[in-house]
């Protein structure tokens, strides 16, 4: 292979892994709101857990966290428990920073 070569498979691969943490840090970010917000409502164990995972879930429909947003801002209003957005929206950045950094110390 030529240097020009080893540079794009090197480029390639780089994009590739820098995705794959993208993904997993915000999986990982999501699953975090969702384990906070299940206490919040009173879940533990195995239904706090399986809560986590319906706001991973959400995340997949569509691009950005504004799928996220509305599926728990539509869990919180179901259950009646009064949070601002911008509260909402705060936990989010800080639980996928965190998230982001455990990643990083793997």
Do not use: P
Not at 53 to 72: Q, S
Request: with cysteine; glycine share 6%; hydrophobic share 40%.
């Amino acid at each position: 292979m030529s240097t020009f070569d080893d540079r794009e498979k090197a480029f390639e691969n780089k994009y590739a892994h820098d995705a794959e943490m993208q993904f997993k840090a915000s999986a990982r970010g999501n699953k975090k709101l969702g384990l906070w917000l299940a206490e919040r409502f009173g879940l533990t164990g195995e239904e706090a857990e399986a809560y986590a995972g319906t706001v991973v879930a959400a995340d997949l429909e569509e691009a950005g966290h504004e799928d996220v947003i509305r599926k728990v801002t539509a869990d919180l209003d179901e259950r009646k428990i009064a949070l601002d957005e911008a509260e909402l929206r705060s936990k989010l950045a800080e639980c996928h920073a965190a998230a982001k950094e455990e990643l990083m110390n793997e």
